[in-house]
């Protein structure tokens, strides 16, 4: 914005050291000038920043003027008293009183009450605490984060745990005696194998089987013994001895079978002996599987096995075999032996 305004100029002229003249003006403007406004400058640089605004704190109740109270300072600045006199707002200002009449107005309906839900969040990666409200009204979500804190020192070794309780143990199938660790190439947990040996062995002698029989009969049981469950699939090896008979005069012989479950179980071991008739041989009892014939077997066969878990019993029968009805069989415990060993099965 550009002013005139009238004034009186006076140029001097005067030499400097070097002889060069230097000129002066001198400006005075006229009486009726001197008031004029002379034009804004550019702005200036921003002031610093001022300290934030005190929040409103109600004090009490006062009954007048008279009642406020006394000895409060700067730190005090925003606490407010009701008037009842006027029912207005006595803040304190800091430095005095400003008085607000007619600002309180009629007390409100009691407000729902607040409901909150808390979350917290620990993360050793976290180090900054954070807390967030997120909700409206009076339900309200309070989600908090607790950093970590330093790393402390060491502490004492703890106590071994059981293997059982890993998260990377397969429980499927359950240990025993010599039981071995394998890790499940498909599972990729740990998990018990069956003793690679298999397990065992059980032995029974003399007394331990049935009273002496002869008895003209298909079948005779000299023994019943039970196998306790155990953590695996298993197949029965059986070796043994006992001395059997046959009655002469018949198209029969008598064997040795032992069978798992029952007398009309599979067939785990058998013994033939010598085909004498009218006397008792003693005869050697071996594996041998199927049913009334052996039958082929392979590793993956689940021909004669007891399942994992499962209870069993292994039963020694003396069985005619023969084309005849007749003919009696018959068996002696004196000196009879039966040893079990289970082998376990994939």
Not at 3 to 12: D, K, L, N, R
């Amino acid at each position: 914005m550009d002013i005139s305004f009238p004034a009186h100029i006076t140029v001097t002229e005067t030499p400097d050291l070097d002889g060069l003249p230097m000129l002066t003006a001198d400006i005075a403007p006229a009486n009726e000038s001197a008031a004029l406004p002379l034009p804004a400058g550019p702005a200036g640089p921003p002031g610093p920043r001022g300290g934030p605004r005190t929040t409103f704190r109600k004090m009490g109740e006062i009954p007048d003027a008279a009642a406020r109270p006394n000895a409060l300072g700067v730190e005090d600045r925003g606490k407010w008293w009701h008037r009842l006199d006027t029912n207005g707002m006595d803040v304190w200002t800091g430095a005095g009183w400003q008085h607000s009449p007619g600002a309180v107005g009629a007390q409100g309906p009691v407000a729902p009450a607040a409901v909150i839900t808390t979350n917290t969040t620990h993360d050793p990666a976290y180090t900054v605490p954070a807390v967030r409200v997120t909700g409206t009204g009076p339900e309200l979500t309070l989600a908090v984060t607790a950093p970590a804190g330093l790393q402390g020192p060491k502490g004492p070794a703890g106590a071994s745990g059981a293997i059982s309780t890993a998260t990377d143990f397969d429980q499927s199938v359950g240990p025993t005696q010599r039981s071995t660790f394998a890790l499940g190439a498909g599972s990729r947990k740990w998990k018990v194998q069956p003793p690679p040996n298999g397990f065992g062995l059980w032995a029974w002698y003399g007394n331990d089987f049935n009273a002496d029989a002869q008895q003209t009969v298909e079948q005779l049981v000299a023994g019943t013994f039970v196998i306790p469950a155990l953590p695996f699939a298993w197949r029965p090896m059986c070796w043994g001895r006992m001395a059997i008979f046959c009655q002469s005069g018949f198209q029969n012989d008598g064997e040795l079978r032992v069978r798992i479950g029952s007398e009309t179980g599979a067939m785990v071991a058998s013994g033939g002996g010598i085909r004498g008739d009218g006397a008792y041989f003693a005869t050697s009892i071996t594996p041998a599987f199927g049913d009334s014939t052996t039958k082929p077997i392979s590793p993956t066969s689940t021909v004669a096995t007891v399942p994992a878990y499962t209870e069993t019993a292994i039963v020694v029968t003396v069985e005619r075999v023969g084309q005849s009805t007749g003919g009696s069989i018959g068996y002696q415990r004196a000196n009879a032996w039966l040893t079990v060993w289970a082998q376990p099965v994939a």
